[in-house]
């Protein structure tokens, strides 16, 4: 079965500061997705980043960027410039590449706290 | 275009009820899936319909079903409540799978007495 693990719980950073969150996952498939959701204090779940297994290159999204490694199945999310805006929780989540087996698997999440 | 709704937000029960929570996804979106979120076990994966039919399954008791209806709209019902069904309920939609960007809903919170 494919796990998820985010080992640190909670995390925080200064405001203009870069954080990085960490993410390993275990899979013994060769294709697949991995995503970084935030979910702020409202509980709405927002798609941060998406990465697909088979690209070399790492995602980017504005300030928010990942480091995907897959021979050592890491996917950790970069924040740059953090702001206030970015406290919240983070998922990071898997999901298998073929369509019949379309479910995201998530980390237990880490919460981020931004300093002002 | 609107977002994914959720109705009712929020919904106490007691023991031994049922409960249907609906979720009317982003127009044009075909896929439905439902996530449980409980502080203990964190985000749980219920069941997805696509089309109408239940495409994927999570490990959740019999007591929890879905359907999803002609438009796309989508209920789950659990039957028998109990303490432990307490929890956040979110509905997210996609236009054909969750590996594509999948949005969700801002949730059902169950509250179980």
């Known amino acids: 079965a494919q796990t998820v693990t985010q080992s640190q719980p909670e995390m925080s950073v200064q405001e203009a500061e870069t954080v990085t969150l960490s993410c390993t996952y275990d899979?013994?498939?060769?294709?697949?997705?991995l995503f970084w959701y935030k979910q702020p204090p409202s509980r709405q779940m927002i798609l941060v980043i998406r990465?697909?297994?088979?690209?070399?290159q790492n995602a980017t999204e504005n300030r928010f960027s990942v480091n995907f490694q897959k021979a050592a199945k890491s996917f950790s999310l970069k924040i740059s410039d953090s702001q206030l805006g970015d406290a919240a929780m983070y998922f990071c989540a898997y999901s298998y590449s073929t369509g019949a087996n379309s479910k995201l698997t998530f980390g237990k999440g880490i919460t981020l706290s931004v300093r002002p | 275009k609107a977002g994914v709704t959720q109705t009712p937000r929020y919904l106490i029960k007691t023991r031994g009820q049922q409960v249907t929570l609906s979720c009317s996804p982003i127009s044009g979106h075909r896929s439905v899936s439902w996530y449980q979120q409980t502080p203990g076990q964190g985000l749980q994966f219920l069941f997805e319909y696509f089309s109408e039919t239940q495409r994927n399954k999570g490990n959740f008791p019999g007591r929890f079903s879905g359907r999803q209806f002609s438009n796309s709209r989508s209920e789950m019902n659990v039957s028998t409540l109990e303490l432990g069904d307490s929890a956040l309920y979110l509905c997210?939609?996609?236009?054909?799978?969750?590996?594509?960007?999948?949005?969700f809903g801002p949730g059902t919170r169950l509250t179980v007495t």
């Open positions: 899979t013994s498939e060769s294709d697949y997705y």
């Open positions: 997210a939609s996609s236009f054909y799978r969750a590996q594509d960007e999948q949005y």
């Open positions: 990465q697909e297994a088979y690209k070399q």
